[in-house]
């Protein structure tokens, strides 16, 4: 079974400057795809960027790109320019081959301070 | 369009007591899906349907039943609520894989609380 690994609890991170979140996953799979989901307070799950593997060109949306290292299996968020609004949770998740449903990581609690 | 809803947004129940949960779609989406959310557990997968009149069960079924009598909807039901079915439960969809799109669609969540 696929697995997923958020290795930071929360983090923290300055008005306007860059943060990086981690993700790691476990799979057997050589073809999958990979998301951020993004939960405000309002509770809303808002997917955030998204990346299949067989592509080998890095995702980007706006101030939101990865780094995904398919060898090492793993998944990486850059916010650049943070701003407040992007204080949240953000969960990493993965999707394999076939209808599976999403497997999610444990999250990470991300604040932006002013 | 109003995407995925999900009713009731809130509800206590005593230990015991019965409740059905309703997801409805408007997308026309061929997957429907119920997780749980805990405080440090991420979402887990409860039940899942590929399609009207089929569902199978995910990660952590254990006390609950899921019905999908109409493409539309996706209810999961809860028999004899317990205190460790106290969660937020969303409910999401999604097209098949064959259409290429992948991501899933998420509802607002309810919270339950079970006394």
């Known amino acids: 079974a696929q697995t997923v690994t958020q290795s930071q609890p929360e983090m923290s991170v300055q008005e306007a400057e860059t943060v990086t979140l981690s993700c790691t996953y476990d799979t057997s799979e050589s073809n999958y795809y990979l998301f951020w989901y993004k939960q405000p307070p309002s509770r809303q799950m808002i997917l955030v960027i998204r990346q299949e593997a067989y592509k080998q060109q890095n995702a980007t949306e706006n101030r939101f790109s990865v780094n995904f290292q398919k060898a090492a299996k793993s998944f990486s968020l850059k916010i650049s320019d943070s701003q407040l609004g992007d204080t949240a949770m953000y969960f990493c998740?993965?999707?394999?081959?076939?209808?599976?449903?999403?497997?999610f990581g444990k999250g990470t609690r991300l604040s932006v301070i002013a | 369009n109003a995407g995925v809803t999900q009713t009731p947004k809130f509800r206590v129940l005593k230990t015991g007591q019965s409740m059905t949960l309703l997801c409805a779609q408007d997308?026309?989406?061929?997957?429907m899906y119920w997780y749980r959310q805990d405080p440090g557990m991420g979402l887990r997968l409860i039940h899942y349907?590929?399609?009207?009149?089929?569902?199978a069960k995910g990660e952590v079924p254990d006390g609950y039943n899921v019905s999908r009598l109409k493409k539309q909807n996706f209810l999961l039901g809860l028999e004899s609520a317990a205190p460790s079915q106290t969660s937020v439960y969303f409910c999401?969809?999604?097209?098949?894989?064959?259409?290429?799109?992948?991501?899933?669609?998420f509802g607002p969540g309810t919270r339950l609380t079970v006394l």
């Open positions: 349907s590929v399609g009207e009149g089929t569902t």
């Open positions: 998740a993965f999707r394999g081959r076939g209808n599976t449903p999403l497997v």
């Open positions: 997308m026309n989406h061929e997957y």
């Open positions: 999401a969809s999604s097209y098949s894989r064959a259409s290429g799109n992948l991501e899933q669609f």
